[in-house]
């Protein structure tokens, strides 16, 4: 322990010694962190492509597939019959009746206080 320390404080003098202002080591420090933001960059980067790649040749051989398999007679029929079915329950149809009842109050909302203060009690 005692050997690490005075191997830490003849490593501090010479530091010192060299660069006594520290503008080395601020160098040396940028350059590491420009570095390893270059290589995470490159990284990033290559992950990216290769998962695009990846992607596109998943889509290609889906649409290959499909491309091979014909669509069926029977699935034509049955998706032409679903959707005659869905567009015809769009619009019910009316009775075409109307009918009138006249109302005993013309003017009658429920907020209207013209009704309950002119009843008188009895």
């Known amino acids: 322990?005692?050997?690490?320390?005075?191997?830490?404080?003849?490593?501090?003098d010479?530091?010192?010694?060299?660069?006594p202002i520290g503008f080395g080591m601020a160098i040396i420090g940028m350059l590491v962190v420009f570095i390893s933001l270059i290589l995470l960059y490159g990284v990033f980067k290559g992950?990216?492509?290769?998962?695009k790649y990846a992607a596109a040749k998943k889509t290609r051989e889906q649409l290959e597939e499909q491309s091979e398999e014909e669509m069926s007679v029977e699935l034509s029929a049955a998706i032409a019959a679903a959707l005659n079915q869905y567009f015809s329950e769009i619009h019910d149809e009316?009775?075409?009746v109307l009918t009138i009842k006249k109302v005993s109050k013309n003017y009658s909302p429920w907020s209207s206080k013209i009704y309950s203060?002119?009843?008188?009690?009895?």
């Open 1 to 12: 322990m005692i050997a690490l320390i005075l191997a830490y404080s003849k490593t501090n």
């Open 14 to 19: 010479l530091v010192k010694n060299l660069d």
């Open 47 to 51: 992950i990216a492509k290769y998962f």
């Open 94 to 96: 009316e009775s075409m």
């Open 117 to 122: 203060l002119r009843n008188y009690p009895k």
